[in-house]
């Protein structure tokens, strides 16, 4: 398997859940939420903050430090401090088991 895909069991990530994983060598934020789930680096662009330390509010990922938000479908922050996007990552349930790529 390439390090740029990596599987991790659907029962691993509960609903509302975040978890943080690797793909290629970086840290990612994997959620699952309203019944998908979603991919974005893991680190804020505001100040490298992990984001998978936060929060789920819908679809979207709050900082745990100043609590910036992220829309996980496009990684683009909804609420400031942050005013950089973060990277968005292909995330698909494969079966039982979710599948996030680069
Ligand atoms: S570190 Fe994320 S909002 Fe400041």
């Known amino acids: ?47 490298q903050i992990p984001l998978s330390d936060g929060s789920l509010e819908g679809r979207q990922v709050v900082c745990p430090w100043h609590g910036a938000m992220f829309d996980l479908e496009t990684g683009r922050p909804t609420c400031g401090p942050a005013t950089e996007p973060v990277k968005c990552y292909a995330a698909r349930v494969e079966g039982d088991v979710i599948v996030v790529e680069d």
């Open 1 to 47: 398997m390439s390090d740029n895909r990596v599987e991790l069991s659907l029962s691993e990530l509960g609903e509302g859940e975040l978890t943080q994983v690797t793909v290629g060598g970086e840290p990612v934020c994997v959620a699952r939420t309203g019944g998908k789930v979603y991919a974005v680096a893991d680190q804020c662009s505001h100040v």
